[in-house]
């Protein structure tokens, strides 16, 4: 796009021509109208033009322009469309137009006004959805707070993400389940793979609580439980390189329910990383070979997290007290039985009337995941407006 044309995006948003999206009129939606966010855009314009023209551009400037590319296109297919409706506005200014003429040039300017809403809502989804990756993560589930209630529920929650990662077609690879002696679980954890896993899946972590009369308590009493879930990254085999030499692998029966093969055979793994003192298991699989790789890509994970968590120490703490962290300290969501309705605590969620449906692990689960996704991406871009408009002096954006 050249200068003057953007320099003609001036009247990208006047107020006349400004369309309400219905489609994003939730507190995910982002005010196209503020003087800020039209600024905003603009310089994303100068600076999508001045990275076109760069013909040596460094990794981060090609990523940048990557990311800005899809927003620049919807504008500019917004300064063509207003381009036409100018053009229709002068030619219904001259003189000698018969009726028929009149009425084209009405019928070519609503067409034109109607894809201008389209517009709207297309550049609202460029700015706001959620852009997924093709990772993985580890999701380990932990019960807190409520003994065997809390327990039961954890495996409840266990059992909706292999549910949910099935109906995302989802690779799953259980890594260990240590079960409770009514059925429950005290801890279990699973490496998920897939398109979206990365992002989708960190909505989870966090305090999951849970409020119902529990099957083992008599009297009708409600009960509150907690179950926290964690959900860490899954490394590549370059991220964390192990040696061989800084491993104690011990193996052992297997313990739990699984037959007399589990019981005879020694494919239970254990892995000591010398240098941190971590300690991983694995036991479920029948196979020793299987059990080992298991357990080697769980300690990858965590010695890759220990890793970030060192070096991001000092920003996660900045963040924390702007968007939150969503660590397993906070209680993101709460499951109320009594009221059949879950409730989302977190910036873009919102309240569920149909926990049973919910906790078949499926699209409710889906559309909640990518409101908060919106949430954060929306929060994130206020931040950056904001930023740019102290810089020029502008009246910033109100974030609520």
């Not at 389940?177 to 954890?189: F, N, Q, V, W």
């Not at 999951?208 to 119902?212: A, E, G, I, L, P």
């Given at each position: 796009m050249s200068l003057a044309r953007i320099l003609f995006s001036r009247r990208l948003f006047t107020a006349e021509n400004f369309y309400i999206l219905r489609k994003f009129s939730s507190q995910n939606a982002l005010n196209l109208s503020e003087p800020a966010v039209q600024a905003y855009l603009k310089q994303l314009m100068f600076e999508h033009e001045h990275l076109c023209l760069n013909m040596k551009r460094t990794y981060e400037e090609n990523r940048r322009l990557f990311q800005i590319k899809p927003i620049v296109n919807v504008l500019e297919q917004r300064v063509t469309l207003y381009d036409n409706i100018e053009t229709l506005k002068e030619l219904n200014k001259k003189p000698h137009h018969d009726d028929e003429m009149k009425k084209m040039i009405k019928e070519e300017a609503e067409i034109y006004l109607k894809r201008i809403t389209e517009i709207d809502i297309e550049l609202q989804s460029a700015l706001l959805e959620p852009q997924l990756s093709e990772g993985g993560v580890l999701l380990e589930v932990t019960a807190g707070a409520g003994g065997q209630e809390a327990m039961l529920f954890a495996r409840e929650l266990f059992d909706m993400y292999e549910l949910y990662a099935k109906y995302k077609n989802w690779q799953v690879c259980l890594v260990?389940?240590?079960?409770?002696?009514?059925?429950?679980?005290?801890?279990?954890?699973?490496?998920i793979d897939g398109v979206g896993v990365p992002e989708l899946m960190k909505m989870e972590a966090g305090v999951?609580?849970?409020?119902?009369i529990p099957a083992t308590e008599k009297g009708g009493r409600i009960h509150t439980s907690t179950v926290s879930v964690a959900v860490l990254p899954k490394p590549t085999d370059i991220e964390a390189n192990i040696s061989d030499r800084d491993l104690v692998i011990e193996t052992k029966r297997a313990s739990g329910a699984g037959g007399q093969h589990v019981n005879t055979t020694d494919s239970a793994v254990r892995i000591t990383h010398?240098?941190?003192g971590t300690v991983v298991e694995c036991q479920e699989g029948r196979s020793q070979i299987k059990n080992k790789e298991i357990a080697i890509q769980k300690l990858r994970t965590l010695l890759l997290v220990k890793q970030q968590e060192e070096q991001q120490s000092k920003i996660n703490s900045e963040r924390k007290s702007q968007v939150g962290s969503s660590n397993r300290n906070e209680k993101i969501r709460t499951y109320n039985y009594p009221q059949d309705r879950v409730t989302e605590h977190r910036d873009g969620g919102g309240t569920v009337h149909n926990l049973k449906g919910f906790m078949e692990g499926d699209s409710q689960l889906e559309e909640l995941q990518?409101?908060?996704l919106r949430a954060q991406k929306r929060q994130i871009l206020l931040e950056e407006i904001n930023r740019f408009a102290k810089y020029t002096n502008m009246k910033t954006v109100d974030n609520n």
């Open positions: 260990s389940l240590e079960k409770s002696d009514i059925g429950g679980i005290r801890k279990a954890s699973m490496f999951h609580r849970v409020q119902r010398t240098p941190t990518h409101s908060l």
